[in-house]
């Protein structure tokens, strides 16, 4: 376990190649809200863009554009799917590395999971046996990305519902684990740890503590729907107050790192994402 520090200790311990700029706060670029960007200019850090909506032309991609002229913009993949059967997909590399080029992305990010068998996509973020030939397995392939890509790389902790009993280490220690293994950087998610602790009868502030700090390029702040048995990642807002505790945690672990607010059901107008990005603004200070 990590442990507890004075703000920032971190930052001084991340290896060169994953010093990454503190963006500050910033949301998802959402379709609904490109108008009202555009038009207002509102103040934020980033805008955070899914990368597969981006890989064809057309209008997202003119939007996006328009967008990352005025902001810096991240992109975060959804179906990568590193812990799948089959190896890393080179044609999606290279469209994801031709878009971060487009968009002058500082990182790239993706979720350690898989995400489907074959050519078979379940469009769900899937865990993952959590046992050292895995670890190995992901570790290889993370590397190979980032060295791929050329820019640095991050893996996401996603939410989970369900746990393989062959799991031999914590998913904090298997977060870590590959992660240090693959010199690769950590998307941590607050959120998630939230949900898959309450889910499987977890120490939401051991896992936090339990990660490596020092490779945290990026915070997720979201909210979730609670079900008194369980909790599924919905990524509605406002942040519930535990998640934006947990949060404050992890910025006095880490140090100031680019932190972004997920909401992407129930979609609010413009106006409100911002006050509530407003709050993480104000729990990071």
């Given at each position: 376990m990590a442990p507890r520090s004075a703000s920032g200790q971190y930052l001084a311990m991340r290896p060169r190649h994953l010093v990454v700029p503190d963006l500050g706060i910033g949301i998802g670029l959402r379709?609904?809200?490109?108008?009202?960007?555009?038009?207002?200019?509102?103040?934020?850090g980033f805008f955070e863009a899914i990368s597969?909506?981006?890989f064809g032309g057309g209008k997202p991609r003119f939007h996006l554009e328009r967008i990352a002229e005025r902001y810096p913009m991240v992109l975060h993949g959804v179906s990568l799917g590193i812990g799948g059967p089959l190896e890393p997909d080179l044609d999606y590399l290279r469209r994801l590395k031709?878009?971060?080029?487009?968009?002058?992305a500082p990182w790239l990010s993706d979720h350690l999971c898989w995400t489907g068998s074959g050519h078979v996509h379940l469009h769900d973020l899937l865990p993952l046996p959590q046992t050292p030939f895995v670890v190995k397995r992901i570790a290889a392939r993370a590397r190979m990305i980032q060295d791929f890509l050329e820019l640095?790389?991050?893996?996401?902790?996603?939410?989970?519902?369900?746990a393989f009993e062959g799991s031999e280490m914590s998913e904090w220690e298997f977060i870590s684990e590959v992660v240090e293994a693959a010199d690769v950087g950590l998307l941590l998610d607050v959120n998630n740890i939230y949900v898959s602790a309450f889910n499987h009868d977890l120490d939401a502030l051991q896992f936090l503590r339990g990660l490596p700090h020092q490779r945290v390029l990026q915070i997720h702040v979201a909210g979730?729907?609670?079900?008194?048995t369980h909790i599924i990642d919905t990524h509605v807002g406002p942040t519930p107050t535990p998640v934006l505790d947990l949060y404050?945690?992890?910025?006095?672990?880490?140090?100031?790192?680019?932190?972004?607010l997920e909401w992407d059901q129930d979609i609010p107008e413009l106006p409100a994402v911002l006050a509530e990005a407003q709050r993480l603004r104000g729990a990071r200070a």
């Open positions: 379709v609904p809200h490109y108008a009202s960007i555009l038009e207002d200019q509102p103040e934020l597969e909506n981006y031709e878009l971060a080029r487009l968009v002058r640095p790389f991050a893996l996401e902790n996603t939410s989970s519902y369900l979730h729907t609670h079900f008194g404050r945690e992890a910025v006095r672990l880490t140090g100031p790192v680019s932190t972004l």
